[in-house]
């Protein structure tokens, strides 16, 4: 008995009789990691670059294969309108949203924490500067500044002239310089930052929590009206660690921690009496965390037990 996939999941399923995958579907599943890493950088949402990946698989099937000089790039070009297509839908979404909106965390493997353009790329601190960006400012940096898509490629997708893709790519650049982290940091930094992080957190000790924050750290999370979260960004290490401090005493749980790592940079699994509570996706510069973002709506929460495979190529 043989095999087919289901080319939107890559899972393989049995298949009676002498039938083997037909060149679309073994074209798309060459791609595929690719199309949703592209998917979910434009989108923030591990569902909705699922989503986008459908509607790709949906139009891909019916095009002329004889007819496609560059396959990867074609399919690019879908994904890019499906997702620019959703990501219309998802900003007016998001305006209705409750309290803060942030990225779908994904639980990665090793080797994209090993692979620092990735990492950075998909880290949860640029993630939220990407948010920053019109939907086609947004989708031309990802396809220029993260998968170098050509301007003429990335016009065709977008629909626009390659002077107007040009000029949107300049000024998204400047955009997304003057608000990125201002150093990437060795992954083993990282981890460092994170473990003296969590030692603190599990000890409630509010002055550990003090030396591992910068002065100017930012708490946001994310409950989406479902968990209770802080209404709007914290600012500041001494009201970050008090608040950290003062909420576990008054809670009265029994909290733990668990290291892992979440969009390719170190991040923490929190329990609450032994059920998970959320994620917090850490941002370092200078050995010191300036960024904690808390998801604690569960609609989030459903890409942390495996990991989900990215890549750039």
Not at 42 to 59: I, N
Not at 125 to 133: K, R, S
Not at 141 to 163: C, H, M, Q, S, T
Request: overall charge positive; charged content about 25%.
């Amino acid at each position: 008995m043989n095999e087919r996939r289901d080319a939107t999941t890559g899972t393989a399923e049995p298949m009676a009789g002498g039938g083997r995958m037909d060149l679309a579907t073994e074209a798309f599943l060459a791609h595929r990691n690719l199309l949703f890493t592209v998917a979910y950088e434009m989108l923030g949402s591990a569902a909705d670059a699922e989503d986008a990946l459908q509607e790709t698989w949906l139009r891909w099937v019916k095009i002329d294969l004889g007819q496609v000089c560059d396959q990867r790039a074609f399919l690019i070009r879908i994904v890019t309108r499906r997702a620019l297509d959703r990501l219309r839908v998802m900003k007016r979404r998001k305006e209705a949203y409750v309290g803060p909106w942030l990225p779908e965390p994904l639980l990665t493997a090793p080797d994209v924490a090993e692979d620092v353009e990735l990492a950075e790329s998909v880290s949860m601190a640029l993630m939220l500067v990407l948010e920053t960006l019109a939907p086609t400012e947004r989708a031309v940096f990802v396809l220029r500044e993260v998968f170098d898509v050509g301007y003429d490629e990335i016009a065709a997708a977008v629909g626009k002239a390659p002077a107007t893709v040009r000029q949107i790519a300049h000024r998204a650049r400047r955009h997304v310089e003057a608000r990125r982290p201002r150093e990437v940091v060795s992954p083993s930094q990282a981890r460092a930052a994170v473990e003296s992080f969590r030692r603190a957190l599990d000890a409630r000790d509010l002055q550990g929590l003090l030396d591992v924050l910068a002065p100017e750290v930012v708490l946001v999370s994310d409950g989406g009206g479902v968990k209770q979260a802080v209404p709007r960004p914290v600012t500041g290490a001494r009201k970050v660690a008090h608040m950290i401090v003062s909420g576990l005493g008054k809670a009265q749980v029994a909290l733990t921690s668990e290291p892992t790592v979440v969009n390719g940079n170190p991040a923490l699994i929190l329990r609450l009496n032994g059920e998970v509570d959320g994620v917090m996706a850490v941002r370092v510069e200078d050995a010191r965390i300036t960024g904690l973002y808390y998801v604690r709506n569960p609609r989030k929460l459903t890409r942390i037990a495996s990991a989900t495979p990215l890549t750039l190529k």
